[in-house]
């Protein structure tokens, strides 16, 4: 048997306005843009394809399973702009086909800065997935599957079952990642391992006609999954949900093979779909994942160089929590709610100055004419939070 384990990613950052030297206001997101870029994606994306999978669910009487983890910050933008979304993620949520992940709150970095931020962020996330879905979370995912040893650890303290993280080929050596795995000298989580390949060929393949595998079919992906059988547990297929509909778009027919997926995979022997606690309880580990160093699901590297590679980011983020102190003992709420916006991964990801084979993708949904740009105005608004902070300080 091999499960077939899909999990999509759904974020979109507060993005910031342009901000200059000489404003005084806190005003600091562009709520137009954020406003826009979400309906945008709204329509193209998690609509239809919340539509589709409520659809197959029904279809496949529940057989059919999925898992998504929402991040705090999209789940705020939905309830404001357009709360039809929100209420088609919890339409979902009923049919007890899908499972919700933990995550940090703010898709923030937090975890290599601030181990009590990071753990109240998860805090926060997880209380979010309990109001809205009535779930609470068993499997973490940190952000953007930032992960080494340390994170594993620390998802076990919190009293998590299984922890999802890159299939790094330079770790796993000659191993699979359709197996799941343990971390060194910690059994009480269990590791699902992304794979990428089967992943990428949906999210960045699907509409390449220069691909030599265009077009992909349900059937011959389905073929490629049942091959796991003997070598293998789950299929581990993880990425951002705006797969569907935004980064290949409609007329790819990338619904289309969405919805022939679950009948291609089930013809072939008795290969399932499960969610990720299911795989975490379904199947045994078989051996060690050691992952002493930082990786991530971001680039070519599977390293933190889409956030840390230069000096800009490394500044920025090193301001950025050099704040919390003062931050936190200001008691300010909405002061705390504006710099835990900050530390939305994306605005480091902005700053990023590789190109290249990766170069399009930096690229995508950034509001910035160049990296220096976007590091301006940013320390722009940090300058302002700094003041505000010393300010609220001094009463």
């Not at 343990?182 to 269990?190: C, G, L, T």
């Not at 490629?224 to 290949?248: R, S």
Request: hydrophobic share 35%.
């Amino acid at each position: 048997m091999a499960s077939v384990n899909f999990y999509f990613q759904v974020h979109q950052p507060f993005r910031l306005r342009r901000y200059s030297v000489f404003d005084t206001g806190s005003d600091y997101f562009d709520e137009e843009a954020n406003a826009g870029i979400l309906r945008k994606v709204g329509e193209k994306c998690y609509l239809p394809a919340n539509a589709t999978l409520y659809e197959l669910v029904r279809r496949h009487d529940g057989r059919f399973r999925v898992a998504f983890s929402l991040t705090g910050v999209v789940l705020e933008q939905f309830e404001r702009y357009l709360p039809e979304v929100l209420e088609s993620f919890q339409r979902l949520a009923d049919t007890g086909a899908v499972e919700f992940l933990s995550e940090t709150y703010y898709h923030s970095l937090s975890f290599l800065y601030s181990p009590p931020e990071f753990i109240e962020q998860v805090r926060l996330h997880r209380q979010l997935m309990e109001r809205l879905f009535g779930q609470r979370p068993q499997v973490f995912r940190n952000t953007e599957l930032v992960y080494n040893n340390d994170v594993a650890r620390a998802a076990a303290d919190m009293g998590y079952k299984a922890v999802i993280c890159e299939g790094a080929d330079h770790v796993l050596g000659y191993r699979s990642p359709t197996y799941l795995y343990h971390p060194p000298d910690e059994r009480r989580v269990k590791l699902l391992l992304k794979y990428y390949r089967l992943s990428d060929d949906i999210a960045f393949r699907f509409g390449n006609r220069t691909w030599s595998e265009w077009p992909l079919t349900a059937d011959k992906f389905a073929r490629w999954i049942h091959q796991v059988n003997g070598n293998g547990y789950v299929a581990n297929l993880f990425m951002d949900y705006e797969t569907f509909g935004e980064h290949q778009w409609h007329d790819t027919g990338i619904f289309d093979f969405m919805s022939h997926l679950p009948e291609a995979v089930f013809r072939l022997g008795d290969n399932d779909f499960k969610t990720p606690g299911e795989c975490a309880d379904a199947y045994e580990t078989s051996g060690e994942y050691d992952v002493p160093h930082m990786i991530s699901w971001a680039d070519t590297e599977r390293d933190l160089s889409a956030w840390l590679g230069n000096p800009m980011q490394a500044n920025s983020l090193h301001e950025l929590y050099r704040l919390e102190p003062q931050i936190k003992a200001t008691g300010d709420p909405e002061l705390l709610a504006d710099w835990r916006k900050l530390q939305t991964s994306d605005h480091f990801y902005y700053m990023c100055t590789k190109y290249f084979a990766d170069g399009d993708v930096h690229k995508y949904f950034n509001p910035y004419a160049s990296p220096y740009d976007s590091y301006i105005n940013f320390m722009n608004v940090l300058d302002n939070i700094r003041s505000r902070t010393r300010t609220a300080g001094a009463k």
